[in-house]
């Protein structure tokens, strides 16, 4: 059976293929990688309440080579960070960069108090693989996942994941859903009455990269096609269920292409319901309140600027950040 690789708490959608089939989203057996990734999560310490693998090391990208030729990105999102990065520098010091010679508790302050508060370690060797790991504390994922103070960790999986451990976590998994759904009331802001089944995951997967200055000075100009077109089936898992739900859209699983009411009323209800630092933005930027920007003809150019203004401000702290730690 494939893997239960994506968290899809609505149940499972059924659509139409698209042409050539499904995509794998990994190569060799698949039994082995999860005894790899349990194997891995075993070496370091307990008290992960989350723990997830993501990125061209686990999903296949459009022109890429193997996957086993990639590093391994994955986050643990931990209820103690101190505790757990006092055990971790004991078991994996060699994981850390000069930080490790501060100590447990100046990591911690690194990792809270700039960027997206996250702490990365980077190109760590492990059972013949690179990988890359980032630790946030539970209590930090949590009000993201609500929030969207830095879109970092919530941007991160509004794409498909692979989650190892807490996916059904009980405090998790709620806010789980309530980012997928914020998602798509800010895509379907940016998108016409008209649209497609893949330029909606192209607007989705591109979200996190609105106003990253990285995506100028060298990552891939293709990133997000890359991302998305060998993965629609998993961008489908994740978000079909809960389109279904939106009784302003309508969608013809035959042909893959969707209509929306986009009258003013219906903008204004996303609106409402968007986290507040995003509705915050999109306001002073702007200088109208919600209901003129729904019925402004600039609604989607709002919340594109919106969003861009969170995730430029926090790309670059949190890559500020990277210099430091050795991560991304």
């Not at 391994?72 to 930080?99: C, G, K, M």
């Not at 739900?245 to 893959?256: L, Y």
Request: glycine share 6%; charged share 20%.
């Amino acid at each position: 059976t494939r893997l239960k690789v994506l968290y899809n708490l609505a149940g499972e959608a059924e659509l139409q293929p698209w042409p050539g089939g499904s995509p794998e989203v990994h190569d060799g057996d698949e039994s082995n990688l999860m005894e790899f990734y349990d194997r891995l999560i075993s070496n370091f310490p307990t008290g992960t309440t989350v723990a997830l693998a993501y990125g061209s090391g686990v999903f296949k990208q459009q022109h890429q080579a193997a996957i086993s030729d990639n590093m391994i990105d994955f986050i643990f999102a931990v209820e103690d960070p101190l505790q757990w990065h006092t055990d971790n520098l004991a078991r994996h010091a060699s994981h850390y960069s000069f930080l490790k010679y501060l100590g447990a508790e100046f990591i911690c302050t690194v990792q809270e108090s700039f960027g997206a508060k996250m702490y990365y370690n980077t190109l760590v060797k492990h059972s013949e693989r690179l990988i890359k790991y980032g630790v946030i504390s539970v209590r930090s994922l949590c009000r993201e996942l609500h929030s969207w103070d830095n879109l970092y960790i919530s941007g991160r999986l509004q794409k498909p994941v692979l989650f190892i451990r807490g996916r059904d976590d009980p405090v998790v998994a709620p806010l789980l859903l309530t980012n997928l759904t914020n998602t798509l009331r800010i895509s379907l802001l940016m998108l016409p009455e008209n649209f497609t089944e893949e330029s909606l995951y192209l607007t989705i997967a591109g979200l996190s990269y609105l106003g990253d200055f990285r995506m100028t000075i060298g990552e891939n100009r293709n990133k997000v096609y890359n991302i998305v077109k060998p993965n629609l089936s998993h961008f489908r898992k994740l978000y079909y269920p809960i389109l279904q739900t939106f009784e302003s859209v309508h969608i013809n699983p035959n042909s893959c292409k969707i209509q929306q009411d986009r009258s003013p009323t219906t903008k204004l209800g996303y609106l409402n319901k968007l986290p507040e630092r995003l509705k915050a933005e999109m306001t002073s930027s702007s200088g109208l309140n919600l209901h003129q920007i729904a019925e402004n003809q600039k609604c989607e150019e709002y919340a594109r600027n919106g969003i861009g203004a969170i995730v430029s401000q926090s790309s670059k702290s949190q890559s500020l950040k990277g210099i430091v730690s050795a991560g991304k």
